[in-house]
């Protein structure tokens, strides 16, 4: 049965749509557990969220990449809330738009590192806090190019198109428990993510020159959706995309002068 706050952690919640996200179910009431690598960015948002909601916010560093790390995080978060209910596998990044041919090692590692095996291991350390809980939703952060590929995002592609097979086989694995699995699909959207991948403050901002892209909260209203949902009804998976952009390649957007 859902509880009357349900506790929810969040990867990723420095920036972007965890950060995003954890504004919105704190002023809905939720407890919130935040994790990301700069810590002093979660936890001052968790004593901003706390004081102005009233809501528990726990607080800790997390780097995904890593199982001692992720497990410490996420036992720190059960101890501090006394149970966990929701998981938003939010963290992620892309690096670099090289081509197979010269794509840098360690941007296609760190891709992969993160966006699949990252999230494999927020999985994996979460699942029986959530089980426990008896009352649980998981939710990835997948992409539009987890449904299409593009030049340049070869291993990016491949992360979310991975990072979808994960969300699937994870449903099928809790079907018949009281755990719903849900894959939100942004399109492009503005957050810290182009500045990670391009490291050049002209070029991230090219990619939404004469678009209105999707800010970080129209993708958190879709997790907020999805969560708040009566307990039978399952999103499976969310594309979202700014009406700007009609394919899933970005090949179709539509730019003003
Ligand atoms: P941001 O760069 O703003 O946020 C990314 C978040 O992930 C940050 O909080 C960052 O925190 C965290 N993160 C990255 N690597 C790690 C790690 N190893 N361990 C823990 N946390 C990590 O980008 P977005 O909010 O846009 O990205 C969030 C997700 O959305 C990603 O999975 C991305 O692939 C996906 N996405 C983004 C789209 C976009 O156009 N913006 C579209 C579709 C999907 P810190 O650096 O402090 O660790
Ligand atoms: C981010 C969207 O188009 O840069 O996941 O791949 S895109």
């Known amino acids: 049965m859902r509880p009357e706050h349900p506790v929810v952690m969040i990867t990723g919640a420095s920036s972007g749509f965890g950060e995003a996200a954890a504004r919105l179910l704190a002023a809905d009431g939720y407890a919130l557990a935040l994790g990301a690598r700069r810590v002093e960015r979660v936890r001052a948002l968790a004593e901003e969220l706390s004081a102005k909601h009233g809501v528990r916010v726990f607080a800790g560093a997390v780097d ?68 426990k809980s008896g009352w649980g939703h998981f939710l990835t952060i ?23 097979a994960l969300t699937r086989t994870l449903r099928l694995e809790l079907c018949g428990e009281p755990i719903r699995v849900t894959e939100i699909d942004p399109g492009m959207a503005v957050t810290e993510f182009s500045m990670v991948r391009l490291q050049d403050e002209g070029k991230a901002d090219a990619v939404y020159r004469g ?42 957007v539509h730019r003003r002068a």
């Open 211 to 252: 678009v209105e892209p999707l800010r970080a909260e129209d993708v958190a209203e879709c997790v907020r959706w999805a969560i708040a949902l009566p307990d039978h009804v399952n999103i499976d998976e969310i594309i979202v995309k700014c009406r700007d952009q009609a394919s899933h390649n970005g090949t179709k």
């Open 142 to 164: 997948g992409s539009t190019a987890g449904h299409w590929v593009y030049e340049g995002g070869g291993a990016y592609c491949a992360s979310k198109h991975a990072l979808k």
């Open 64 to 131: 995904t990449r890593d199982t001692a790390s992720v497990d410490r995080f996420v036992a720190a978060s059960v101890e501090a809330l006394g149970s966990l209910n929701v998981v938003l596998a939010n963290a992620g990044l892309a690096r670099g738009v090289d081509p197979i041919a010269s794509v840098l090692e360690e941007d296609w590692q760190a891709m992969l590192h993160t966006n699949v095996e990252g999230v494999i291991r927020t999985l994996k350390a979460t699942l029986p806090h959530v089980r």
